[in-house]
């Protein structure tokens, strides 16, 4: 390739990827829902400027101000990780102490409901 020409956007890097390693359509999406909300998250910048700490600040805030469910963090977090190791080549390493969901308390609270 020219080193000129223009990098694929990130939406079309990821898509080959993802479909390369036969992933299902489902995960996919789930995946690339995640990514965008990292990126619009940390306002718009390419994830090639961010980096665990701003991984560790996006997943805090999921588990803090969303509170999202144990496994909602770990899918987005799935999907971070995917990104920056197969698709930018590029991997994240430590990103330090997240905050994260307690299931049991997810469970325990549920436990209360009645059905």
């Known amino acids: 390739m020219d080193s000129l020409s223009p990098r694929p ?3 079309d890097q990821f898509r080959a990827v993802i479909r390369v390693n036969h ?10 829902y995640w990514i ?6 940390n ?8 980096g665990p700490a701003e991984v560790n600040t ?15 963090q770990n899918l987005a977090l799935n999907a971070i990780v995917f990104l920056y190791s197969r698709v930018l080549e590029q991997p994240l390493g ?3 102490d997240t905050i994260r969901v307690n ?3 997810a469970y325990a609270h ?6």
Do not use: C
Request: proline share 2%.
């Open 58 to 72: 996006f997943l805090s805030w999921l588990a803090t101000d969303r509170q999202v469910a144990a496994a909602t």
């Open 36 to 41: 965008r909300y990292f990126i619009r998250f």
């Open 94 to 96: 430590d990103i330090g």
């Open 9 to 11: 956007r990130l939406r």
């Open 103 to 105: 299931a049991g308390i």
């Open 43 to 50: 306002k718009l910048r390419h994830p090639l400027e961010l």
């Open 23 to 32: 992933y299902s359509i489902r995960t996919e999406k789930s995946y690339w």
């Open 110 to 115: 549920r436990s209360h409901e009645h059905y």
